[in-house]
């Protein structure tokens, strides 16, 4: 089964608007962390959120936040205001268990294109 | 402030050579890894770090090996090229579990 599932290959978002990538995941394990990462064409992978399993509030880190549901064990990351440089690949990875090492699987990604 | 340098950027290998990407970091990170990205696929882990003279393997470690001998330094040989290893490699490195992974810049290693 895949730990991390994002539905959505390519999405379109009008400038000045809000978006919601989805994210799925799957594990057994009570403990594990949640994280978006955004790839711009020119490659380089940079963090925007994280959350953890056993933080109380949802996420948030200036326009972005997380969307965070347990039960359905589901981490969408919403991008509030979307501005032409948001136009990038986002990918939602999982840390499972708090043991050994911080290996993350990741989702295959959502191609976001802001539309001015 | 370097945080995570990738060497090289760019390379082509024929198959069955060997090389190594080069990895190293300044943030005193005690884990590092490697994964590679294909298209569709996002990033997938090779092999890992807890630690100076500690690895682990990964999600797909076949073809690869690894060594720590410093806190900096992670490299990732590639022992007999093939073109099944045509793909983008990210080192990546973070001082805890819960926190974010630092990534390098990549490299984009094409095998003919």
């Known amino acids: 089964a895949q730990k991390i599932t994002q539905t959505q290959p390519g999405m379109f978002v009008q400038e000045k608007e809000a978006v919601t990538l989805d994210c799925t995941y799957d594990?057994?394990?009570?403990?594990?962390?949640l994280f978006w990462y955004k790839q711009p064409s020119s490659g380089e992978m940079i963090f925007l959120i994280y959350q953890g399993s056993y933080d109380q509030q949802n996420a948030t880190e200036g326009r972005y936040s997380l969307n965070f549901q347990k039960a359905r064990k589901s981490a969408n990351l919403v991008i509030s205001a979307s501005q032409l440089g948001d136009s990038a690949m986002y990918f939602c990875?999982?840390?499972?268990?708090?043991?050994?090492?911080?290996?993350?699987?990741f989702g295959a990604g959502t191609i976001l294109r802001v539309k001015s | 402030n370097a945080g995570v340098t990738q060497t090289p950027k760019f390379q082509v290998l024929k198959t069955g050579q060997s090389m190594t990407l080069q990895c190293a970091q300044d943030m005193n990170h005690e884990y590092m890894s490697w994964y590679r990205q294909d298209p569709g696929m996002g990033l997938r882990l090779i092999h890992y770090s807890v630690g100076a003279g500690i690895t682990d393997q990964g999600e797909v470690p076949n073809g690869y090996n690894v060594s720590r001998s410093t806190t900096e330094d992670f490299p990732l040989r590639l022992l007999s090229a093939a073109p099944s290893q045509t793909s983008v490699y990210f080192c990546?490195?973070?001082?805890?579990?819960?926190?974010?992974?630092?990534f390098g810049s990549g490299t984009q290693l094409s095998v003919l």
């Open positions: 594990t057994s394990d009570p403990s594990y962390g």
């Open positions: 990546a490195s973070s001082y805890r579990t819960d926190e974010k992974l630092f």
């Open positions: 990875a999982m840390r499972e268990g708090s043991e050994y090492g911080n290996k993350l699987v």
